[in-house]
């Protein structure tokens, strides 16, 4: 494993255009939180400070990060397109690999994007949640702080998918077309199917695992809330956007999917000539 882990870091670190995107993705990022963090309302009663504060931002960080999680797929197929263009799978099997190494290396580049851009989030969350959370507690501070760990989920969803469409078609160019075609092609296909079964397509449930933050309620600087205890601002609630699978289940069926990603591109790399 650590014989692997060195390879993939020399290899990437290796390639120039790999460390360009990484810190674009990093500045992309914080430049997003920091300009959302400059915008003031006009609307009396709400403030934009409400998403920088504990437990709000634990919502409202991992939604922008999401954002970015195509920008690291993309990542993934530029690496492995590059493979295939230099040969350099070839190679690795001449020395000595199996083709189940090329994957468990690309798998485990993959799980160490995902810590990376785990930490610039919780870093992210923590700074930016101290500085402008009042009455700060240790309850406050944790709650709700699981959903980064989702986003940590959904980061390597977006990245075997990548994966598998970099493997199945060995194209740099032609695999970044083809993935981001993809998430139009899924939703115009979900309007055959009924509406209960629309929320179980891949991407569906991979988008779903950060879902967008109710806005009104975390900017609200009243506590609106109805007879049943829940906010009278939540959309959903209000019928005006419609409700997502529960969460548990969503997790439950990414990591299904993403098992299915990792194992369909294990089959095709051992198939297709290197």
Known sequence: MKKLFNLEKIKALSYPPFKTL???HFLLFFLVVLVVSRVHFSIPGFSVKGLYQFPNIWE?????????NLFLAIVIIILVGNEFANKTFRQNVIDGLSRSDLIKGKLILIFTIAVYTFIMVLLAVIIFGLINTKNISFDIIFENSYLILIYFVQAIGYMTLGLLFAILFRNTALSIILFLLYFPVEGIVRLFFKSEYRAYFPIKI?????????????????????????SSLDLSEMGIVPENLPLGITVVLAAGYIGFFIALSTVLLKRKNL
């Open 60 to 68: 409202f960080f991992p939604w922008v990060a999401s954002w970015f």
């Open 206 to 230: 991979i988008s779903n695992l950060t879902p967008r933050p109710e806005f009104l309620t975390m900017t609200s600087e009243k506590s609106f809330t109805n007879a049943s205890g829940t």
């Open 22 to 24: 990484m810190i674009i």
